[in-house]
């Protein structure tokens, strides 16, 4: 039975705390979802707004492994960094997340991948980071249509294979 559905990405801001979470549900089970961000040719191909490019320098999906990208659009190119703290497959990715334009702007980043049954995932993201002043710049930055763009070419791909 084929299924279309479409996700809604919730992206919530804390008051308290300077923390973005971005919950999402998948059509496809946490192993799927989770080979999706921790394989580098899988992630070149979903992470980002519509009509960037990804080019994966090293991407060590592993706990104390490290990855860099860079991404190019026709303004420029961006690099990001991070390390993997913790990778549990299928339940948990612990990171590190840096964006080389802003080098003093590390965010911590906490990504479950919780099975909903029926081959379906819910994904948690949450990204503390050490002021408001730089949360609020990463959502102004174009945070929110990155992550929505994303995901939409995330679904296509799960249902791809």
């Given amino acids: 039975m084929t299924r279309t559905t479409t996700h809604e990405t919730r992206i919530i801001l ?27 040719e899988l992630f070149a191909q979903w992470c980002g707004p519509n009509g960037t490019r990804l080019n994966v320098e090293h991407y060590d999906c592993r706990t104390g492994g ?57 994904l948690t993201s949450t990204s503390l980071t050490d002021s408001f002043e730089g949360r609020d710049a990463f959502v102004a930055s174009g945070m929110e249509e990155g992550v929505v763009q994303g995901y939409q070419r995330l679904d296509a791909l799960l249902a791809g294979g």
């Avoid at 979470?21 to 080979?35: L, M, N, Y």
């Avoid at 860079?70 to 960094?81: A, K, P």
């Fill in 66 to 122: 490290s990855y860099r990208f860079l991404m190019s659009d026709d303004n420029g190119e961006y690099g990001f960094r991070g390390c993997f703290h913790d990778v549990r497959p299928s339940e948990l990715i612990v990171q590190t997340f840096t964006f080389e334009g802003e080098p003093d702007g590390v965010a911590l980043e906490k990504m479950t991948f919780e099975d909903l049954g029926e081959g379906r995932t819910r």
């Fill in 14 to 40: 804390d008051d308290k705390v300077p923390i973005v979470r971005i919950i999402r549900e998948f059509d496809a089970p946490p192993e799927k979802v989770f080979r999706a961000h921790a394989d580098p």
